[in-house]
């Protein structure tokens, strides 16, 4: 007579516990792998774009370093212009005072001509 204590004896058709779990963390095994082969397919994909992410901010740091050049140079260039203009002022305003003063003259010669 078989022993009736033997809690791992099979009844009938009855799966093998052991072989069950054997299957299920093989099978857990393989969607690990399969998981594991798509996370690393996929951060393939992304490496580029990591990659570009990169490219685009060395070329904002580009364009932001130019347009602090081309600030400085627009400031310069106002520099020069207001300098220019001011001695065109000063240049203007001697004219000017030159043709009053030439106008003075020749009111005075022609108050002596009229005299005359």
Known sequence: MAD???STR???DEPDPLGQILT???DLSNEVTQLRESVEAR????????ETLEAIRVDIRQLYDGQEELR?????GFTRVERKMDVLNK???E?????AGLDE???VVESREQRS
């Open 91 to 93: 240049h203007l305003l």
């Open 43 to 50: 951060h393939l994909e992304t490496r580029p774009l990591a």
């Open 24 to 26: 299920r963390i093989e």
């Open 4 to 6: 009736t204590n033997d």
């Open 72 to 76: 400085r140079d627009t400031r310069e």
């Open 95 to 99: 004219t000017d005072t030159n043709v």
């Open 105 to 107: 003259r020749i009111l």
């Open 10 to 12: 099979k009844f009938g």
